[in-house]
């Protein structure tokens, strides 16, 4: 696959997003978080989340606020979209801060942040599957054009 490593997870929730038979927003986003971040899908995923996921998708191309300077933020965004559809936001951003040791005010407590976002938006239906591409190369691929739904 071509492209940064932020314009391939858009890429993920475009084809996500066009599974037919459709996807359920729960299923979307463990199977993003799967896809991306390496994160099972059955009852073992904490497994996998607990030690922090695998970085299926490597590279860079996010934008600086939510770029840590390492190759993992789009493991770092699936891996709590995958945590936060399973426990809620509320525990996933706690256990971010306080085991995960992502501090809100650095660039992975924002793009956790933004994450959490993202699940809110894709769970209430806000978000329609179909935009989710979209969305993440808006807010957090670098260079990218400001989002507006279609």
């Known amino acids: 696959m071509t492209g940064s490593a932020c314009e391939q997870l858009a890429a993920a929730c475009d084809r996500l997003a066009a599974r037919t038979p459709p ?4 299923r979307f986003l463990r199977d993003l978080g799967h896809e991306v971040a390496g994160v099972r899908r059955g009852p ?12 299926r998708i490597r590279g860079r191309g996010f934008r600086r606020h939510v770029d ?8 770092h965004f699936a891996g709590i979209v995958s945590v936060a559809a399973r426990v809620g936001p509320r525990l996933a951003r706690w256990l971010s801060i306080h085991v995960g040791r992502d501090a809100p005010d650095t660039a992975d407590g924002r793009l956790t942040d933004l994450a959490l976002d993202f699940v809110r938006s894709v769970r209430s239906g806000e978000l329609p599957l179909s935009d989710t591409g979209g969305w993440v ?8 054009a400001s989002f507006q739904r279609s």
């Open 68 to 75: 840590d300077g390492t190759e993992g933020q789009a493991r």
């Open 137 to 144: 190369r808006a807010r957090l691929c670098a260079g990218a």
């Open 44 to 55: 073992f995923w904490f497994l996998d989340a607990g030690r922090g996921g695998s970085n």
């Open 23 to 26: 996807l359920s927003p729960g």
